[in-house]
């Protein structure tokens, strides 16, 4: 029997591509506000990550809570981020805690991104949010920290960088981000191998073998075997 994990926010922007990627190695369980169609061996949840009970009881019976479910870029502070990043954020690690399974927390690069570019950066420097979304993530990254510390939860934040499936046009016109991009295939194999990890906290940068990188991932090389296998110069082609 495949080990099942808990997903959320499967039908967004990572989610749309990441997921089937992921099924090919494991059970999913899928938990979004939409109702969705199971394909093969899935579980499908109808709730909101705001509904802590409801969350609590999907976490049931997995090994692990992939939460890639927020609000994904800048939007109305109080209305928008506050409940579906803060709100949500904290019932996904209440909710992992009361199930006692691992979360992997999916953060981004954007916490990071005030630094100059080009700057080498690492997982322990000091956070530089690009974005009040970005400062939303931070908290996540904190909750993290705290729920390993306090409640012995393992858990695994993810600062995914620029996420773009393999036919993306802005991969094809977008080449000032190439050094920052990371691929579907790399972010599973990442996901995946934290998943398979008995790490109880770490940090790690999702982004792919690009040219030109400057965001460090030697402590996930080093802590669960990551080698990214694309590179941005195999893709990102200029038209026109």
């Known amino acids: 029997?495949?080990?099942?994990?808990?997903?959320?926010?499967p039908g967004g922007r990572v989610g749309t591509y990441l997921v089937p990627l992921l099924r090919e190695k494991l059970a999913l369980r899928l938990m979004d506000t939409k109702a969705l169609q199971p394909v093969d061996d899935d579980e499908v949840v109808q709730g909101d990550i705001q509904d802590l009970e409801t969350f609590k009881r999907a976490c049931h019976g997995v090994k692990a809570l992939?939460?890639?479910?927020?609000?994904?870029?800048?939007?109305d502070f109080m209305t928008r981020l506050l409940p579906g990043n803060l709100v949500g954020g904290y019932n996904a690690f209440e909710?992992?805690?009361?199930?006692?399974?691992?979360?992997?927390?999916?953060?981004?690069?954007?916490?990071v991104l005030h630094y100059p570019k080009g700057?080498?950066?690492?997982?322990?420097?000091?956070?530089?949010?690009?974005?009040?979304?970005?400062?939303?993530?931070?908290?996540?990254?904190?909750?993290?920290r705290y729920y390993s510390d306090t409640h012995g939860l393992s858990a695994i934040c993810l600062r995914i960088c620029?996420?773009?499936?393999?036919?993306?046009e802005q991969l094809r016109t977008r080449p000032d981000m190439m050094k920052e991009w990371v691929s579907p295939r790399d972010l599973a194999q990442l996901v995946t191998k934290c998943i398979q990890s008995d790490l109880k906290f770490e940090i790690f940068f999702g982004i792919s073998n690009n040219t030109g990188r400057y965001w460090d991932i030697s402590n996930a090389t080093k802590l669960v075997g990551y080698e990214p296998q694309d590179n941005s110069v195999d893709y990102c082609k200029v038209t026109g």
């Open 162 to 168: 620029w996420f773009q499936n393999y036919d993306s």
């Open 119 to 144: 700057q080498w950066i690492t997982t322990d420097m000091p956070v530089r949010p690009w974005t009040v979304y970005a400062c939303t993530k931070v908290f996540g990254e904190a909750l993290a």
């Open 66 to 75: 992939l939460h890639l479910a927020a609000i994904s870029d800048e939007d």
């Open 95 to 111: 909710a992992a805690r009361s199930a006692g399974i691992k979360i992997l927390f999916a953060s981004t690069a954007q916490t």
């Open 1 to 9: 029997m495949r080990e099942r994990i808990l997903i959320t926010g």
